[in-house]
């Protein structure tokens, strides 16, 4: 075990020999990996600041029916027995004007507009979830509400929605396939930097496996070195991240601040930056151990 350790280490600083040897070359490396590992590491913050925005929004569709203002309270419940026993509503909701007022009240900055007014404008309103999710059923159901004598206006909501959510599968998808390409071109330049690597230490390599040495032991440093520069660009990554948001919230705040919303942009988890980090550092060593098993084989010794 002790030996085992022991050669690790020595690998280990073999690696930082090497990185220290070219630390021009390493810092060149080190900037492309992390400004690419960050342009799809923003995207997915940028994805996730956007679902916490729209947590409270429902994708399931639903239709709300405003009732007019001279519905009376008999008449608006009567409404709602019926629709309760429509076969095409699963769920109804009634929401008396009472009601409403105060969930106005509550959202952020319409507190003093509330309070300025004499009376409640606001109409009772029935909010129904069909059960079929097809333009062609809820416009049917919608046409019907509007016949409906005591009904003053019908809207389809969450139309918007679900065109957010259809929006946001979209750019996840677009992450998805950036991360994919770029992650192939962070392989690229690992194998490319491995490779030199070996070219340069062939002699050495030849000689190493002349005296007995294993692969293992001779793989063993171009695999710390390769882990080591994707562990470096994928922190460089996260500098970057980090940069771009602080500086994006500078403008968010004032948007936020239009809107009396306290909202910003927030950073990657913790998971999510380890996550980020480690995968940066899989890929130099899956890009190392691509280009010392195809060119460890390549210099054997005549």
């Given amino acids: 075990m002790k030996a ?21 070359a390493a810092a060149l490396n080190t900037l492309v990996i992390g400004v690419a590992l960050s342009l799809p590491a923003g995207g997915y913050a940028l994805l996730a600041n956007l679902r916490a925005a729209t947590a409270g929004a429902s994708l399931e569709p639903q239709l709300s029916a405003f009732l007019r203002p001279d519905a009376k309270r008999s008449e608006a419940e009567a409404i709602v027995e019926s629709l309760r026993r429509d076969a095409r509503v699963r769920d109804l909701r009634f929401v008396p004007r009472e009601q409403a007022l105060k969930e106005l009240q509550a959202t952020e900055g319409l507190a003093e507009v509330v ?34 004598p005591l009904v003053a206006h019908v809207q389809v909501d969450s139309a918007w929605a ?20 770029l992650a192939f071109g962070l392989v690229a330049i690992t194998f490319n930097t491995i490779r030199l690597q070996i070219l340069t230490q062939r002699a050495e390599i030849e000689l190493s496996k002349l005296i007995g040495a294993t692969d293992a032991f001779i793989r063993r440093p171009f695999f710390y070195l390769g882990s080591l520069q994707g562990l470096a660009g994928g922190l460089l990554a996260l500098a970057i991240l980090w940069a771009s948001l602080a500086a994006l919230n500078v403008g968010v705040a004032e948007l936020a601040a239009s809107y009396d919303s306290a909202f910003r942009l927030s950073y990657l988890s913790p998971g999510d930056a380890l996550a980020t980090v480690l995968f940066s550092a899989g890929l ?9 098993s195809r060119y460890l084989r390549e210099i054997e010794p005549q």
């Fill in 4 to 24: 085992w350790l022991r050669q690790h280490r020595q690998a280990i600083a073999a690696a930082f020999g090497k990185i220290a040897a070219q630390r021009a």
């Fill in 115 to 148: 309070a300025a007014l004499n009376r409640n404008p606001l109409p009772d309103a029935l909010v129904l979830r069909p059960k079929a999710a097809d333009a062609a059923s809820l416009e049917a159901l919608a046409g019907d509400l509007r016949a409906l």
């Fill in 284 to 292: 130099g060593w899956f890009g190392a151990h691509l280009s010392v």
């Fill in 162 to 181: 679900r065109r957010l959510g259809a929006l946001a599968r979209t750019a996840r998808l677009a992450v998805a396939l950036l991360a994919a390409l």
